[in-house]
């Protein structure tokens, strides 16, 4: 989905909650200078629209899947 001139990997929108963006990182995905700053830019345009903003890791995922759905409470 796109939302701000970025596209975001899951949005959730919800009534009775603040709605939600995830992005599913990879390693290969931070491969070049610029990919944290532009993280941080996409973080800041959600969170300053109400977003909350969760960045899953794909390598904290096959570590543990069930620690890393508990950050999205």
């Known amino acids: 989905m796109a939302y701000g001139g970025y596209e975001i990997d899951i949005l959730f929108e919800n009534e009775n909650r603040n709605p939600?963006?995830?992005e599913c990182l990879s390693?290969?995905?931070y491969d070049h200078q610029l990919a944290y700053l532009e993280?941080?830019?996409k973080e800041r345009i959600l969170t300053g629209n109400g977003y909350k903003y969760h960045r899953i890791w794909?390598?904290?995922c096959?570590?543990?899947l069930?620690?890393?759905l508990k950050k999205l409470n």
Do not use: C, G, R, T
Request: charged share 15%; hydrophobic share 35%.
């Open 27 to 29: 390693k290969p995905n």
């Open 62 to 64: 096959w570590q543990n």
């Open 58 to 60: 794909s390598h904290n």
């Open 39 to 41: 993280d941080i830019h």
């Open 20 to 22: 939600m963006a995830i």
């Open 66 to 68: 069930n620690i890393e």
